[in-house]
């Protein structure tokens, strides 16, 4: 994959190996307790939407402080997975890519989300609050009462939810997900993976993400699935 050119359209730029250290440092400069397995694997799974025969695989690297990143999510996302994921055509994974020297919160929200999915399978709920308030949480005195709050309203258990952000119970596998993103030389946010091959950077609409499922469906099915 080749990522050199300039892109206008990226919320960020950042090294890859420098992102790795400063989230590392992040995650283990506060002591974690044992991590429950059965949370980091709901978390795991939760973020992956759509059928898991589906197609066509595509990751989504994205930054809950970005806000090329919410709008993404706002505008163009609804479409595509009416179109495409709820109809068994393609597979979206999320894959969380903070860049706290940048965004300073986007670490805590990351963890809340996949808290959100490991406690109560409730991370796309919470993604889509967190991108829809994106204002409210980045500029709050305390986003964690935030989190707390958007918790209480979606119906996710509070007491685990809290437990689980408190404890860094799924700083492991967002640490995974960073060096996901750094072996696939992503340096930006929002960057797309289409079947491990065809990287997409930068936001798009929906009309070019229309032909870009449409031209993978084609290389996988042979017809044109449109």
């Not at 495409?84 to 706290?100: A, D, E, H, M, T």
Request: charged share 20%; with cysteine; aromatic share 10%.
């Amino acid at each position: 994959m080749n990522l050199g050119r300039n892109h206008i359209e990226r919320c960020v730029r950042i090294g890859a190996v420098a992102l790795v250290l400063a989230v590392a440092g992040l995650a283990l400069a506060a002591p974690l307790a044992a991590q429950d397995a059965g949370v980091l694997e709901r978390a795991a799974a939760s973020r992956a939407k759509g059928a898991q025969d589906a197609p066509v695989l595509v990751f989504e690297i994205a930054d809950f402080q970005c806000p090329y990143c919410a709008r993404f999510s706002l505008d163009v996302f609804p479409q595509l997975d009416s179109a495409y994921i709820r109809s068994g055509k393609v597979q979206w994974v999320f894959v969380n890519l903070p860049l706290p020297s940048l965004h300073p919160r986007a670490w805590a929200a990351a963890e809340a989300a996949l808290c959100a999915g490991g406690v109560a399978d409730g991370f796309w709920g919470f993604h889509d609050r967190l991108f829809a308030d994106q204002a409210e949480w980045a500029q709050a005195e305390n986003p964690h009462e935030v989190f707390l709050r958007y918790a209480r309203e979606s119906g996710i258990p509070t007491e685990p939810f809290e437990t689980c952000l408190l404890a860094d119970g799924v700083a492991s596998l967002l640490l995974e997900d960073v060096v996901f993103a750094a072996s696939a030389r992503v340096s930006g946010t929002p960057t797309f993976v289409i079947d491990r091959e065809t990287v997409v950077v930068g936001l798009k609409s929906f009309e070019e993400w229309s032909a870009l499922l449409d031209d993978a469906l084609r290389r996988k099915t042979g017809a044109d699935r449109r």
